[in-house]
């Protein structure tokens, strides 16, 4: 009982600590998902071969879409004209990080992995979708339909009046992105938060910080572990950031975290096969290994660099010794806890309690012959 009442005080500092940053990203994100129009997104990344692939990641750093999520996006770009290169750039930089996970990695990392994130996972969607391009044939564009949807506009085009005015006004559309924000996007990252959260305040409990500063501290072998631990793990980049933080709290550097938060979000099992159908297998081997290099070279160069100029990435996150925290951050965790739980269980609960399929032979009398058979 001692343990689980410490696992879960660690695990209350971090959510207090994370909660206002987490909310504010959640609500920027959901006004870009009503202001920036599907039609916007696929008439940038279906143009050229080179453009494409760096508006594809510059599209993709700040859309808060999961690993799983952004697979259908990934899909529906290439169906209007995307090659390789642009759909293997947004697939890198879209799930690795968002402007939710940018909020709550300033909120326990600090700014220098705040900054660091979003750059990496730039450079890595890049380069990696520079080599698809390369090495790849080219697909041909095809012409883009403007697309009029209840959460899209003009952006400046020319629009018939009869479909102008089915737009909805401003206030509709800030309360459907905030809608999407605290319902949909929440709705999805709550139970991986909730987890994250858990393991983060287990590690800050129970493990030893000499025991990572002795073999997990840095270096090239550091950061090949975290990448089996992290390419077949599923976990979004909002629910790898107090992950990552534990770690480093306990003494794993910032560059080997780096690697753990760029391979946990952009990978995992079930993704790289629906992406090996998506582009292929050889397309998906350099999707992979794009992801491989890119974020231990980055990881490498990020402790360099913070050796080279005394710089330091310190975790805010204090564990159970946690204290003076201001009044309204308290109150705003607890609340903001209570609707993250609510919403997990309002998902979860209807699935546990769905009943099996009425048999058409007997009525669902389950004491039949045939279903003790």
Request: charged fraction near 10%; include cysteine; proline fraction near 7%.
């Amino acid at each position: 009982m001692e343990v689980i009442i410490g696992i879960l005080k660690d695990a209350w500092a971090v959510i207090v600590e994370a909660a206002p940053f987490l909310i504010l990203g959640l609500f920027v994100a959901g006004l870009l998902r009503v202001f920036l129009s599907a039609a916007l997104v696929t008439r940038y990344l279906g143009q050229g071969r080179v453009r494409s692939v760096v508006m594809a990641s510059v599209l993709g750093v700040p859309l808060p879409l999961c690993s799983c999520g952004v697979l259908p996006a990934a899909l529906a770009i290439r169906k209007q004209g995307a090659n390789d290169g642009a759909v293997t750039s947004f697939l890198i930089s879209t799930p690795a990080t968002g402007v939710d996970s940018i909020a709550i990695t300033y909120a326990l990392l600090g700014p220098i992995m705040a900054i660091a994130r979003p750059i990496v996972a730039f450079i890595t969607g890049v380069v990696t979708g520079f080599v698809q391009t390369i090495s790849g044939k080219p697909v041909p564009n095809k012409p883009q339909a403007h697309a009029h949807t209840a959460d899209s506009c003009c952006h400046g085009e020319a629009c018939p009046p009869e479909e102008h005015s089915r737009h909805p006004s401003l206030p509709n559309r800030i309360g459907a992105g905030i809608r999407y924000a605290f319902v949909d996007l929440l709705g999805e990252i709550s139970g991986w938060f909730l987890l994250g959260v858990l393991i983060a305040g287990a590690i800050t409990y129970a493990v030893p910080e000499e025991l990572i500063g002795k073999y997990l501290g840095g270096g090239l072998l550091t950061m090949l572990i975290m990448l089996v631990v992290g390419i077949p793990l599923y976990v979004c980049s909002s629910a790898s950031t107090p992950i990552a933080a534990a770690l480093i709290l306990k003494g794993l550097s910032p560059g080997a975290a780096l690697v753990f938060l760029m391979a946990g979000p952009a990978t995992n099992a079930a993704g790289l096969t629906v992406v090996a159908g998506m582009i292929g297998k050889r397309a998906a081997a350099i999707y992979l290994g794009g992801i491989v290099v890119c974020s231990v070279a980055m990881g490498l160069l990020l402790d360099a660099m913070l050796g080279a100029f005394g710089w330091s990435v310190r975790p805010t996150i204090t564990g159970a010794h946690a204290h003076g925290f201001p009044a309204w951050r308290l109150v705003l965790g607890g609340l903001f806890l209570v609707a993250v739980a609510a919403i997990f269980l309002s998902r979860v609960l209807p699935k546990l309690k769905r009943r099996p399929p009425t048999c058409p032979h007997c009525a669902d009398d389950e004491s039949a012959p045939h279903h003790r058979s």
